[in-house]
């Protein structure tokens, strides 16, 4: 089975910080994604990537930065936390573009609390 | 850009009953794929079921099946003889066959089922 590991379950920070979220995959993905879930808003796409050192913004990057050294690691970077980035982080990751039809598979999120 | 709609925030329903949760799209494209997926209380969003467009016939996973009808833009699911493992929230979802393999989320549905 897939494996998408975030590296906190819970997080909470202070307006200003510098903020990483980690994201692991032990599947030799080449895609990987992060989304933002809020009530009534669904899952938002933050940033993707879609090979090491690539990435692409996705629907709402504003305040956001992505690092993606190696394969298996995606980092999602909050700049200057803001009390609006407070949220649900979810990582996913799926296999490349020749395989369109491959789901991705979800992280079990990060609950991120901006004081 | 393409949407997605899921007109009904909340539904209940008896256990072992059947239920069916709406799921609405916007899209120019003909050829892409519809995902649904099941978020528990424990967060980690779990692949249900899938559909790709080309195909006519409805998928089918055990209790769970679909209802594609391409020219009303409609992916419906649903979930036959409801167990109490079922209580989730359920996010639909839609992916371009062409470009990048982003997700578009809809705003999910709570499912809560009643013993």
């Known amino acids: 089975d897939v494996k998408v590991t975030q590296s906190s379950r819970y997080l909470v920070k202070r307006t200003g910080e510098k903020v990483f979220l980690e994201c692991v995959q032990d599947?030799?993905?080449?895609?990987m994604f992060w989304y933002r879930q809020d009530p009534g808003l669904g899952l938002r796409l933050i940033y993707f990537s879609y090979d090491v050192k690539m990435k692409e913004k996705g629907d709402i990057p504003e305040g956001y930065s992505v690092s993606r050294e190696k394969k298996e690691r995606f980092s999602l970077i909050l700049e200057s936390a803001s009390t609006n980035q407070t949220s649900m982080y979810l990582c996913?990751?799926?296999?490349?573009?020749?395989?369109?039809?491959?789901?991705?598979?979800f992280g079990d999120g990060t609950r991120l609390s901006i004081l | 850009a393409q949407t997605v709609t899921q007109s009904q925030p909340e539904m209940s329903v008896q256990e072992a009953e059947t239920v069916t949760l709406s799921c609405t799209y916007d899209?120019?494209?003909?050829?892409?794929?519809l995902f649904w997926y099941k978020q528990p209380p424990s967060r980690q969003m779990i692949l249900v079921i899938r559909q790709e467009a080309y195909k006519q016939q409805n998928a089918t996973e055990n209790r769970f099946s679909v209802n594609f009808q391409k020219a009303a833009k409609s992916f419906s699911l649903k979930i036959s003889d409801s167990q109490l493992g079922d209580a989730a929230m359920y996010f639909c979802a839609y992916r371009s066959r062409q470009g990048a393999q982003k997700l578009v989320f809809g705003q999910g549905t709570r499912l809560t089922i009643n013993p």
């Open positions: 599947m030799d993905h080449e895609n």
């Open positions: 996913a990751s799926s296999r490349g573009t020749a395989i369109r039809n491959q789901p991705q598979h």
């Open positions: 899209t120019s494209e003909s050829d892409y794929y």
